[in-house]
DNA sequence: GTAAGTTACGAGCGACGTAAAAATG
DNA sequence: CATTTTTACGTCGCTCGTAACTTAC
């Protein structure tokens, strides 16, 4: 069987058309490209140069051979990226959120306890995301509602309540509780890109005091805003990030405003994700 | 890139289903075939095995991997044989000719000056030996007739004169010449495959009284036979097999009995078969 | 003389085998 | 305890580079 380095000599020598260039193309002395040929033409057991003493050139069967050896190489080639790909996509998980806070949770949970893998992750409303899961688009799910379904395992995954964080000279700012009626009046600061939270605030608050903040906003007139504006915090965000000290954080009374996060995979993916979706429930 | 040693080995574990049975298959020791087996997964760069410690199996990678290795395997023996095939179809050539002396001579001659070629060659009656040269069923051709045609190449071969060979007790035995006119009384032995001849003796003689030997037929009583039978010669054939002083050969006086034989190739090939054409017309 | 390929010789890497250890059922 | 894989170590072969030789234009 004739090994790859000698297919690769031999194309290279066939593409740069003589041993010298070849040699400098494969960083390879030329005695050891003009070896390899006989070797080839030996293992064949055939000719394949027409050697005019001073010229080397390919005859019938060297063509021949040439063909094959391009094809060969470039099966070897595609094998090699192909089955790199196959690890990464067996080593990928895709997550699809309906909203930001339980998904960074769960992003650094899989980091950190299995870091061998890589994470996707897409924020939409969450009205597709069990549709997502069915169609493989997403591994995991975290939803606000626990999904109907038997051919998919959902956990209880964590509770978040909303808290209005104000300016201390607000005056909601001395309130021990608040509700989304009493702050029809302030203008609110809101990212994008934040789930069900979008589809929540909107039907609470009027659109004229919304102001939404583009990921490309986060500039020094944003951040002299958020000092002086009011927006929406949770208390898991508070556990994450911390407290400004500069400013009041007012839990909301409504409903509406406590959500709790389900987490979910196909029951036929559990024994790959169970334990991820587990382990990032079990940690605080 | 990935040596082929590497994925022989690949594709015999994966086919034995262990390491110490492919060891056995091909003859080397297991500790090589583990560390094969651990290279190729560094040159992946990939976990290509699941590990339980005491067996080794393919993981999804790993049949991945397997599926091109196979490939890329059977490609490779593809490769030799069409390049071995390949060299072989350019060394032979395949001769049509009309008659079997001019056949046997070019044969010898071939075999005697180019060693490295491999003959193929049909008797026909010559009628097709043309077209066959032209749509390359044939590279040489020995005909009767000068070809007429400008893509051909042709050259005067040899001159060919029958006489019959008779038991010494034969009534035309002491004469020195005869006619096949003189012949329509006498059983004559014809050899089966004799090429354009078959035509030209049936043409003169009457029906009844030929008999045809066929291949299968040379035994004992052919041999018999062949000693109390009247059968045809010819000058060449003297020469190339001595004479058999048990008999009396006379020569025919007919213009049918005396032919001219032409060699031809191909202009196109002339290059290649030139040379062999005027070799064996060199020699005598 | 220059540009190409081949031959000769020595060096180092790497694939192999033997022997022993580790792990699993 | 048997079967299988892994680890350790020494050896041999193969591919490589340097240098000298050969051949054509």
Redesign the interface.
Known sequence: ?????LL?QFVAFAEKGSLLKASLELHLSQPALSRSMKKLED??????FDRNRSKLTLN??GE??LE??K???S??????E???L??RK?RTVSIGSCAPLPLRKLIGDIQKQYPEWTVDSVITDGCDLVDGLKEKKYQIIITQKMPEDRSIITLRYLKESLLVSLPKDHPLAGRDKVSFEELRETEILIPDNIGMWSRILESHLPKEKIIFQKPTDLSIEILYIMNRCTYFISDRSVKLLGVDSNRIAVPLEDEDAKVEYYISCLASQKSKFGDMMNYSKSVI
Do not use: P, Q, S
Not at 1 to 5: G, N, R
């Open positions: 069987m004739i090994e790859i380095y690769e293992e064949f057991g055939v000719l394949l019938k069967n021949l051979a094959y050896a094809k060969i190489l099966l070897n080639r595609e094998m090699t192909e089955v790199v196959n690890d067996n």
